[in-house]
C-alpha cells in the first residue's frame, strides 16, 4: 500500500484554507493509502510562540483534525515533537543539504522579511519537513501549492543521499489538490488565508460562530463588474468564493458561473455563506464533543509508538552508512 503524509503547524486557529488545502484531501486520501498526519510543533517553534498558547493549539487542531473526518483508525496520528528521531534525521540531512538551496526557498525570503531577528530553524525549516518525510518512505505528500518547493527540495537532497550513501530513500511527490487550490484573504485576495495572520476580517476560522463566517463572506471583497465568473487575475475576490464553493460543493467552475448566472453578488455571497456554514457547524459539533472527551490520549500514544519505531531504523541506517558512532 502506498503511503502519504502530511502535517499542519499549530501556529494558530486553523483556517478554511487549512481545511480545503490540507485536511479535507486527507480525509479522501485515507481510504487508498497508508495515511500519516502530524502536528508539525517542532516547525512552529520556528517563529516566536507563546508556550501557553502552543500547547493548547496542538490539542486544537488534533481534536479538528478528527473533527474534520479524519479516521484514527485509518491514520496514523502524533505530535511531531513527541518523535525525537524527527530532528535526529534532520540534523543528518543539513549535513547534505547546501546553504544556498535554503537560501532559495521562497518561504524562507518571505518569512524572514517579517522580523529581522528570524531564527536559524526559521532557515533550515525545510529540512526537518524533509526528514519528516523521508523518515517513513513516503510516495505522496497532500500540500497547498506554497509547499510544493519544500517537497520538491526533499527530493533533492533524498536523491543527493542516494547517489552518496546508496539507496537509503523513497522520493516522494507532492501531491498538490486538483485545482491547486490556495484560498485567499477574503478582504485582501491576492494574499493567502493565513492562520497566523491577523486581519480577522479576512481569515475564516474552523472554529468561528456561524454569524460570524455568514458576516466575513458576506463582506468579503468583490468588482464592480457584477458577474460570477472565474479570473483569478482581474477578479480575485468573485474567483477566491468560487474557489470555496467550488471545494465544498465538488462544483467546477463552468458549473458554478451557471448556476449564478442571473444572480447578483449579494445573492452569490449568501450561497457561499451556506454551504461553508453548514460544512463547519457539522465539524464544529464533532469537535467540542472530542476536546471535551478523552480519546486523542489514546490516539497520540498508538501514533508515536508506531512512528518511533519505524523513524528509529531510519535513522540508524543513516548513521551507520554515514559511518557515526561506533
Ligand atoms: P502560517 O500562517 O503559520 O504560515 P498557514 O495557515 O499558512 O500557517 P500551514 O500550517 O503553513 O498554514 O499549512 C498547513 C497546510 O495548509 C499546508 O499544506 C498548506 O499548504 C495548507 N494551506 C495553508 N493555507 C492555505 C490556503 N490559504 N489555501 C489552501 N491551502 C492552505
Ligand atoms: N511545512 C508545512 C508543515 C509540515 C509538513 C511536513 C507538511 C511540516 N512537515 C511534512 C507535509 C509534510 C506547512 O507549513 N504546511
Given at each position: 500500500?502506498?503511503?502519504?503524509?502530511?502535517?499542519?503547524?499549530?501556529?494558530?486557529?486553523?483556517?478554511?484554507?487549512?481545511?480545503?488545502?490540507?485536511?479535507?484531501?486527507?480525509?479522501?486520501?485515507?481510504?487508498?493509502?497508508?495515511?500519516?498526519?502530524?502536528?508539525?510543533?517542532m516547525?512552529?517553534?520556528?517563529?516566536?510562540?507563546?508556550?501557553?498558547?502552543?500547547?493548547?493549539?496542538?490539542?486544537?487542531?488534533?481534536?479538528?483534525y478528527?473533527?474534520?473526518?479524519?479516521?484514527?483508525?485509518?491514520n496514523?496520528?502524533?505530535?511531531?515533537?513527541?518523535?525525537?528521531?524527527?530532528?535526529?534525521?534532520?540534523?543528518?540531512?543539513?549535513?547534505?543539504?547546501?546553504?544556498?538551496?535554503?537560501?532559495?526557498?521562497?518561504?524562507?525570503?518571505?518569512?524572514?522579511?517579517?522580523?529581522?531577528?528570524?531564527?536559524?530553524?526559521?532557515?533550515?525549516?525545510?529540512?526537518?519537513?524533509a526528514?519528516d518525510?523521508?523518515?517513513?518512505?513516503?510516495?505522496?505528500?497532500?500540500?497547498?501549492?506554497?509547499?510544493?518547493?519544500?517537497?520538491?527540495?526533499?527530493?533533492?537532497?533524498?536523491?543527493?543521499?542516494?547517489?552518496?550513501?546508496?539507496?537509503?530513500?523513497?522520493?516522494?511527490?507532492?501531491?498538490?489538490?486538483?485545482?491547486?487550490?490556495?484560498?485567499?484573504?477574503?478582504t485582501?485576495?491576492?494574499?493567502?488565508?493565513?492562520?497566523?495572520?491577523?486581519?480577522?476580517?479576512?481569515?475564516?476560522?474552523?472554529?468561528?460562530?456561524?454569524?460570524?463566517?455568514?458576516?466575513?463572506?458576506?463582506?468579503?471583497?468583490?468588482?464592480?463588474e457584477?458577474?460570477?465568473?472565474?479570473?483569478?487575475?482581474?477578479?480575485?475576490?468573485?474567483?477566491?468564493?468560487?474557489?470555496?464553493?467550488?471545494?465544498?460543493?465538488?462544483?467546477?467552475?463552468?458549473?458554478?458561473?451557471?448556476?449564478?448566472?442571473?444572480?447578483?453578488?449579494?445573492?452569490?455571497?449568501?450561497?457561499?455563506?451556506?454551504?461553508?456554514?453548514?460544512?463547519?457547524?457539522?465539524?464544529?459539533?464533532?469537535?467540542?464533543?472530542?476536546?471535551?472527551?478523552?480519546?486523542?490520549?489514546?490516539?497520540?500514544?498508538?501514533?508515536?509508538?508506531?512512528?518511533?519505531?519505524?523513524?528509529?531504523?531510519?535513522?540508524?541506517?543513516?548513521?551507520?552508512?554515514?559511518?557515526?558512532?561506533?
Amino acid at each position: 500500500m502506498k503511503k502519504v503524509l502530511t502535517g499542519l503547524q499549530p501556529t494558530g486557529e486553523i483556517t478554511l484554507g487549512n481545511y480545503i488545502g490540507a485536511i479535507k484531501p486527507m480525509t479522501k486520501l485515507q481510504d487508498e493509502y497508508d495515511s500519516y498526519l502530524f502536528v508539525a510543533d517542532m516547525h512552529s517553534i520556528t517563529v516566536a510562540q507563546n508556550p501557553k498558547e502552543l500547547r493548547n493549539n496542538i490539542k486544537k487542531l488534533l481534536a479538528l483534525y478528527l473533527a474534520c473526518g479524519i479516521d484514527p483508525n485509518k491514520n496514523t496520528i502524533y505530535i511531531q515533537s513527541e518523535n525525537e528521531y524527527h530532528t535526529n534525521i534532520s540534523w543528518l540531512l543539513e549535513c547534505t543539504t547546501y546553504f544556498g538551496e535554503l537560501s532559495r526557498m521562497t518561504q524562507f525570503k518571505d518569512k524572514s522579511k517579517k522580523n529581522a531577528n528570524f531564527s536559524c530553524g526559521l532557515f533550515t525549516y525545510p529540512v526537518l519537513m524533509a526528514a519528516d518525510i523521508l523518515a517513513y518512505d513516503i510516495d505522496y505528500v497532500p500540500v497547498g501549492i506554497d509547499q510544493k518547493q519544500h517537497v520538491e527540495l526533499t527530493r533533492d537532497i533524498a536523491d543527493r543521499f542516494n547517489k552518496k550513501y546508496g539507496d537509503t530513500f523513497k522520493l516522494p511527490e507532492p501531491l498538490i489538490s486538483e485545482s491547486g487550490t490556495k484560498i485567499m484573504d477574503l478582504t485582501d485576495p491576492i494574499h493567502k488565508m493565513s492562520k497566523s495572520g491577523d486581519n480577522e476580517k479576512g481569515i475564516i476560522r474552523m472554529l468561528d460562530e456561524p454569524e460570524v463566517i455568514r458576516k466575513k463572506i458576506m463582506g468579503a471583497v468583490t468588482d464592480s463588474e457584477a458577474t460570477v465568473k472565474f479570473d483569478m487575475e482581474n477578479k480575485s475576490g468573485v474567483s477566491n468564493l468560487m474557489n470555496i464553493y467550488s471545494a465544498i460543493t465538488g462544483k467546477t467552475n463552468e458549473e458554478i458561473e451557471k448556476e449564478f448566472e442571473n444572480c447578483n453578488y449579494g445573492e452569490f455571497k449568501r450561497s457561499v455563506a451556506d454551504v461553508v456554514v453548514a460544512e463547519i457547524s457539522a465539524i464544529q459539533e464533532k469537535y467540542y464533543k472530542i476536546i471535551n472527551g478523552n480519546e486523542l490520549d489514546e490516539i497520540l500514544d498508538k501514533g508515536i509508538n508506531i512512528t518511533r519505531k519505524i523513524a528509529k531504523e531510519k535513522y540508524e541506517d543513516m548513521k551507520n552508512k554515514m559511518g557515526l558512532g561506533r
